[in-house]
């Protein structure tokens, strides 16, 4: 691990799992709370030798008129940070379980439960940090979200990437790429099973995934009206599959509201990660007349 500056310390990398109050659950994150002075090459070094599928990088925002407009744009007052997100391969512009882990590892470092204001190359996203009980859970609040269609030969190429015939799709939730801070094609198994049931190309899915800009690809099981069961294939990132994914979370309520499968004002739960051993839950929130969308959880310090 370098930074910027010859000889330079390294930096202190803390180890958060979100979405889950089990260290051995949820998604785990690698948190530099103070990036000042490390290069891209230096972040992404951290996030290859951390090894998990991504790690956030926090600076404090440079000056109070930056915390302010930061605070301003979002709606929200906070404590500002700019933050970057790194897989063990590539930048991505917003990270959803980094997110909430970093927001924690900040309240648990100093900074304390409340509002945090974070600047990333998405856009703006407020985060607060709540203490119920001794069990910290941070909410994020989405960039402005879009769901897009996707073409006939993308969803044939996704397809045939997964091996999923087209039967073991659910019509009722019809195949989009949807936006909330990162893109995500989304589709739809009609069983458990076939969710269940996870082995794919994984160059050829990387290929289509970059073709179309996507950071990860969200399979989806509905197991009744507001609760979902998720997976996420994550070869851009170098990463076989995500654990717990919140910006797949967020774009997945911004679709679900949008095709209108759920109401308006809306508490989905998002069971990820069962299938990998590390189980997690993700809380998502729809308020009537706000596009913008909510995702909680838990998160823990993983020791070590």
Known sequence: ????????????????????????????????????GLDDAAMLGIAAEVGYSESAFLTPAP??????????ASGQAGRAYDVRYFSPQAEVPFCGH??????????????????????????TVPVTVTDADGAPRATLTSVEP?????????????????DWPAD??????PPRIAYAGARHLILAAATRERLADLSYDF????????????????????EKD?????????????????????AAA????AYARELGLVPAESELTLHQGADMGRPGVLTVNLRDGDAKVRVSGAAVRIEG
């Open 226 to 246: 507001l609760t979902f069961h998720v997976r996420d294939p994550f070869p851009v990132g170098g990463v076989v599959e995500d654990p717990a994914t919140g």
């Open 1 to 36: 691990m370098t930074t910027n500056a010859p000889g330079a310390a390294s930096p202190a990398v803390l180890r958060y799992t979100a979405f889950s109050a089990d260290p051995a659950g949820g998604n785990p994150a690698g948190i530099v709370l103070d990036a000042a």
């Open 63 to 72: 000056d109070s008129a930056s915390a302010s407009a930061s605070a301003s």
């Open 146 to 162: 879009h769901v897009d269609e996707v073409t006939a030969a993308d969803l044939t190429e996704a397809l045939a990437s997964l």
């Open 203 to 222: 160059e050829r899915l990387a290929a289509l995934m970059r073709r179309l800009d996507l950071t990860t690809v969200q399979l989806v099981w509905r």
């Open 168 to 173: 073991d799709l659910d019509p009722a939730l």
């Open 98 to 123: 980094a997110t909430v882990a970093a927001a924690v590892a900040l309240a648990e470092h100093g900074a304390g439960a409340g509002d945090f204001v974070f600047s990333t190359r998405a856009g």
């Open 250 to 253: 967020a774009a997945f309520g």
